[in-house]
């Protein structure tokens, strides 16, 4: 019998044991090696990773914004200014407080594309290559997430502000959480991501 290893999780993987909890135990527990991507998917997802790449480099260097995000030029002009941290992992251990330890030992872990830290909000940033339309409850639980790891990550702030930009649709999601909305949904995480682990 193989033993259970699961020991950390993070947004995609909790999306895939909701799906189907056995795909998370061939991918991350038996380790089943996995089948070559669907050739469109992959041009997708390479398209994503491209772009995530150009437009971090763009925020931290000030290189030329990306023509696929030739709308949001204020945006980007408003990071560079805030000093955005672009393209971080973030750890949490199983008490939700922050894991300075990198990957080894770490129970939930969030990577969040950009992130500002002020004394009066934390804004989350998310850049979506995909569609929007029928993915708002999946997305809205993303940012729910990452709201709630900033607010463990940097305690104390009034507001913690997620952002979604859909470069394809030149459109922009903005949900600001309050302390006590995360407060409610850290009982619910915790309690999803226990349920995966048994």
Known sequence: MIKNTLSSWSYKKL???????????????????????????????????????????????????????????????????????????????????????????????????????????VLTGDWKTGKKAGNEMSHFRQMQLYSLAAWRLYPGRPEFVSELYYIDQDDIWTITFKEADLERALTDWDRKANAMFA
């Not at 980007?76 to 672009?86: G, P, Y």
Request: with cysteine; net charge negative.
């Open 15 to 121: 999306s895939m044991w909701e799906k189907c909890p056995y795909s998370v135990k061939l991918m991350y527990i038996d380790r089943i090696p996995q089948p070559p991507p669907d050739p469109k998917y992959d041009k997708a997802r390479e398209r994503g990773i491209k772009f995530h790449e150009e437009i971090a480099t763009s925020i931290t260097d000030g290189t030329p914004i990306p023509a696929a995000a030739k709308d949001f030029e204020e945006i980007v002009q408003q990071l560079r200014e805030n000093n955005a941290i672009v393209e971080q992992d973030h750890f949490l251990d199983n008490q939700w407080n922050r894991w300075d330890h990198g990957w080894k030992g770490h129970w939930l872990q969030v990577k969040q594309d950009v992130v500002v830290v002020k004394p009066e909000f």
